[in-house]
């Protein structure tokens, strides 16, 4: 069973009355919904928001964190420093990492990918459609070969990002652009894996589809047991 903490700047919800209206309770709550329904995988679920001490991240909750799912858009630079480094940190020991949509310009996230992590994007409603262009990999288990998004902001190339080990997803948009949107990493002994869908204004997180992104993201960042690894001086 993997422990999973969701955070998310929980700031549009409570500002914008067309957010609150898709997400009510917080976007952290309608993933964390989508994670605990999940009944092909038991996953013990906890939330985290920005304005909690610590944006509740401390020590303590990231040391019990198998997972850490990222959603932020507005507030990237109220995020402190010194949480960064402790993500970081854990990330590198093992813990997995997610990353939502607006999180490609999470401080977490454009410090483990060492880029400015930008990219076009354009908000129009318009349909996406998501090609599972790696049908192997364990994030894309149970899908077809493509799903569709019937509303969504757009992102487009180019994305300033390394080189993913793994790319699972690419996107179409209406206007004829692409997108590589779903980017598998590894940093350290850490998983990490961009997601792109997830706007504030779309009810994305409720997609069926979607989910089981999400959910097979996290049975896949989940640490595993493997040979211990040291660094320094031998004797």
Request: with cysteine; proline share 6%; aromatic share 10%.
């Amino acid at each position: 069973m993997a422990t999973v903490t969701i955070w998310n700047e929980f700031r549009h919800e409570r500002e914008d009355e067309d957010v609150a209206a898709v997400y009510p309770d917080g976007i952290h709550k309608t993933i964390a919904d989508g994670l605990s329904n999940d009944k092909e995988i038991d996953h013990h679920v906890r939330t985290a928001t920005l304005e909690e001490p610590d944006h509740g991240l401390t020590e303590d909750v990231l040391e019990e964190t198998d997972v850490l799912l990222w959603w932020g858009h507005e507030a990237h630079d109220e995020v402190d420093d010194a949480v960064v480094d402790r993500v970081q940190e854990r990330v590198l020991e093992g813990m997995g990492l997610i990353v939502l949509h607006s999180g490609h310009y999470s401080k977490p996230f454009k410090r483990l990918m060492g880029t400015t992590c930008s990219l076009q994007y354009r908000e129009d409603g318009a349909t996406e459609r998501l090609w599972v262009v790696d049908p192997g990999h364990p994030i894309a288990d149970g899908l077809d070969e493509s799903f569709e998004l019937p509303q969504t902001e757009m992102y487009g190339e180019p994305f300033d990002v390394p080189e993913p080990d793994r790319l699972v997803f690419v996107s179409w948009f209406e206007g004829g652009e692409v997108f590589r949107s779903g980017c598998c990493y590894r940093r350290g002994s850490g998983r990490l894996f961009y997601f792109r869908p997830g706007h504030e204004t779309y009810p994305i997180y409720e997609d069926d589809n979607v989910r089981r992104v999400l959910s097979n993201a996290v049975d896949w960042a989940s640490p595993t047991d493997g040979s211990p690894r040291t660094f320094g001086e031998q004797e």
